[in-house]
Each structure stands twice: as structure tokens, then as C-alpha cells.
């Protein structure tokens, strides 16, 4: 029970990462926070947290609504007392070839993935600079290395990674720890609602997740390196694989990249 009477806060936890980092989190003797638009998938993962014994609440709201910030980080401080470990984790997916996207697309998924960070970083940071705690953003592989027809998804995880590392070495000096994790494909249910070109969720995941990453298993993994305060965390063989080779051969790993996305299921490009 290392996060014995720690305050954690997951933002979008109604499903995959977030939910699994709530459970996770709480099963090492957190006090847990989650946030969510739909009041009914808030109860249901509630009601998961609570047959663990994890001490809990929900509060709906949007991530990409700054207003809902702050009132989710007041109603924490008031029902808890503080907040010691954020996770920003809501966010929302897009496949779309960009000269196809409405801009309202690239809007949604910037409020949601940035705006949502900077947000709820911004409410949640006054009591963490108290605790001394961490913040974590659940970035992603395409945090490092863009990938075609996720541009606006891209564009988001590039600007949390930068956000986060300005964070990071402004409050070095204050006792706080600041985590950028990045999974790589991971088995949930972003794809499904990911946005297509006019805004509408895709429905379906182009990609057989069989063989994923588990959300429970990227939640140990998390809740590992914040135990340990880590810096990053970049995810399976062949997100560090991404990682690595984009930083020595840039220019032949975008046609790699190119032809790996092209063999996606109705892929938008060939």
C-alpha cells in the first residue's frame, strides 16, 4: 500500500487507461477521484472501485471545458482535502486525411488532449505544489513521431509532451514530479470512438488489438514509474522501437511509418 491516504485524480477514467490507472492507483491504498461526460459510465467504473474497497468519488465533466476543471479540482479539495497525483488521461482519438478534416475535428481533439491537460493541470497544480506530488500526462507515441492521418492527434500529444517538460523543469526545484507516458497501441476502446473526417466516431478499430498491451498492464507500468518518479515512460517493443529509430533516421522512418499505417484496415491513403 504504497499510496496509502494519497489523493489521486484521473481524468476521462470511465474506460480503458483511465479506468485501469483509478483501480490500479487505489489498490495501493489511494483515495481516487475520476472524471467523466457520461454520468452512467462514471457510476459503473465507480461501482468497480468500490467492490475493490477503494475509497472514491466521480465527477462529471469535460475535460476540454475549463470551467469543469476547476470545479472537479475544488470539489476534490473540499470532499478529500487535497490532491496529491494527477493523471491526465482523457483524451479522444482522429483518422482522417487532414486535407479532408473539418477543422472543428482538430479543434475537439486539441481541447480534449491539450486544453484538457493544461486545464486540470492548472486547477489541480496549487495543491500538488503543497503535497509535493506528481503530475502525469498519458501522452503517446505519436507524442515523438507523427503519423498520417492523425494529425490533429499528433499535433495534441506533441504539445502535451512540451507543455509537460516546461512544467517539469519550472517546478524541479519544488519537490514535484512530473511523468510523460507514452503507451504505444494499446488494447481499448480509443480507436473505437476515434473521429473521422467530419467528426463522427468511427465505430470500429482498425487494427486487431489482440495482441496489445492490456490497459491494465500500461496502468502497473504507470503506477510503477510514478512509485519510482520517473521522467518517461515510453511503452512496448515497438513504441521504444519508433522512438529510437525516428530520433537516428528520421527521414527513412517516414516512409516506414507511411507503409505500416497504409495496411491499416480501410486505411484512408495507400
Given at each position: ?17 483511465g ?34 474497497g477503494?475509497?472514491?468519488?466521480g ?37 482522417a ?19 484538457g ?27 515523438y ?11 495534441s ?34 480507436r ?9 466516431s ?10 496489445m ?25 515497438e513504441?521504444?522501437?519508433?522512438v529510437?529509430?525516428?530520433?537516428w533516421?528520421?527521414?527513412i ?16 491513403f495507400?
Open positions: 500500500m504504497k499510496l496509502i491516504d494519497k489523493v489521486v485524480v484521473v481524468t476521462g477514467a470511465t474506460s480503458g487507461i479506468e485501469a490507472c483509478a483501480i490500479a492507483f487505489g489498490m495501493e491504498g489511494a483515495k481516487v477521484a475520476i472524471t467523466g461526460r457520461s454520468q452512467v459510465k462514471l457510476d459503473n467504473t465507480l461501482v468497480k472501485l468500490r467492490k475493490e477503494i475509497d472514491c468519488m465527477l462529471l465533466a469535460d475535460a476540454g471545458v475549463e470551467e469543469d476543471n476547476q470545479r472537479m479540482a475544488d470539489n476534490v479539495v473540499a470532499h478529500f482535502g487535497k490532491i496529491d497525483i494527477l493523471i491526465n488521461n482523457a483524451g479522444i482519438s482522429m483518422r486525411l487532414f486535407e479532408e478534416l473539418d477543422t472543428a475535428v482538430f479543434h475537439k481533439v486539441m481541447d480534449t488532449n491539450f486544453w491537460t493544461v486545464y486540470a493541470t492548472k486547477y489541480c497544480l496549487p495543491e500538488i505544489l503543497k503535497q509535493e506530488g506528481s503530475v502525469i500526462g498519458i501522452s503517446s507515441i505519436n507524442g513521431r507523427g503519423t498520417p492521418a492523425r494529425t490533429a492527434y499528433t499535433a500529444k506533441y504539445a502535451m509532451n512540451g507543455f509537460l517538460e516546461s512544467l517539469r523543469t519550472e517546478v524541479m526545484k519544488r519537490g514535484v514530479h512530473v511523468l510523460v507516458a507514452c503507451p504505444g497501441f494499446t488494447a481499448s476502446n480509443i473505437n470512438n476515434a473521429l473521422t473526417a467530419a467528426g463522427n468511427q465505430g470500429e478499430s482498425p487494427r486487431n488489438e489482440d495482441d498491451m492490456t490497459a491494465k498492464e500500461v496502468a502497473d507500468h504507470i503506477l510503477k514509474a510514478t512509485i519510482k518518479k520517473k521522467r518517461d515512460l515510453v511503452l512496448t517493443s513504441g521504444k522501437l519508433a529510437f529509430l525516428n530520433k533516421i528520421p527521414g522512418m517516414d516512409g516506414i511509418v507511411y507503409n505500416h499505417m497504409a495496411k491499416e484496415k480501410d486505411s484512408p495507400k
